[in-house]
Structure formats: structure tokens, C-alpha cells
């Protein structure tokens, strides 16, 4: 009998991925606080997941060009990302509020972490299962 993964790790490995995908997000809004009219980005978690676990979220892109890079952020992941509003905009048009976007980066990086931990149960229990013990 095979192992279905789909089923065995639930919604566990896409959480994960969609984690570390909000934390570089997260990072370059940070990174990116005394940029003059940087706009604050963030990604919609519950929507995105929910997308990904429906199979209808489908976007069909084209490259254009062999010199476009997707290593930082797939264009998947930039149709889904979300302009912030700034609760107090600097006067330089930056949207980043520091303390926010690292208390935002804290909570995802623990959740990450929760998402992790859960998934390395469900190998663990696979791995027994396999075992026999």
C-alpha cells in the first residue's frame, strides 16, 4: 500500500512553505524602512493557504525574458501579496512601521516554527509506522 503524502502530512508542508514565503516579505519590509516611498507588503496567510488547498487558485504567468529572477519571490507569491496601510505614515512616503513589522516577522517565525514541529511528528509517526513499532 503507498503512502499518500497529501493526506498523511495534512496542511503542515504547505504552511511551512507559505511561512518562509511571508518571511522574506516580512524581512524586506524591514530591510527596506528607510527607503523613501517603500510601500509595506504583507501576505494574506488564511487566504493563501485555503487557495492552496483548494486547487482552484491557479495563476497562469509567462516569462518574458531568461533574466528574470524568481529566486527571492516566486511571481505566484507576488500576485498574493497585499499593500499595508500605515497607521502612521512617515513623511518620506515609506509605509514600513518598524515595530510592527518585527513583532509581524516574531509571530510568523514562531508560528513557523509550531508548523515545523508538527510537521517532524508526522514523520516521525510515518517513520514508526513503517518500522512497525
Known amino acids: 500500500m503507498a ?3 497529501d493526506s498523511a502530512l495534512g496542511v503542515h508542508d504547505d504552511a511551512l ?17 528607510d527607503t523613501p516611498n517603500f510601500k509595506a507588503r504583507d501576505i494574506d496567510f488564511a487566504a493563501v493557504l485555503a487557495g492552496e488547498q483548494s486547487d482552484s487558485y491557479e495563476l497562469s504567468l509567462e516569462q518574458t525574458s531568461t533574466g528574470h529572477q524568481d ?3 516566486s511571481p505566484d507569491t507576488a500576485a498574493d501579496l497585499m499593500f499595508r496601510t500605515a497607521v502612521q505614515p512617515s513623511v518620506d512616503g ?9 513583532a509581524r516577522y516574531t509571530d510568523n517565525a514562531i ?3 509550531a508548523s515545523f514541529q ?3 511528528s508526522k514523520f516521525k509517526g510515518l517513520t514508526s509506522a513503517i518500522k512497525g513499532e
Request: glycine share 2%; proline share 0%; aromatic share 10%.
Open 118 to 120: 508538527f510537521l517532524n
Open 111 to 113: 508560528r513557523y516554527q
Open 94 to 102: 515609506n509605509t514600513v512601521e518598524l515595530q510592527e513589522e518585527m
Open 71 to 73: 529566486a527571492f519571490l
Open 17 to 33: 512553505a507559505l511561512r518562509g514565503r511571508r518571511a522574506e516579505v516580512l524581512a524586506n519590509n524591514i530591510a527596506n524602512a
Open 3 to 5: 503512502i499518500n503524502f
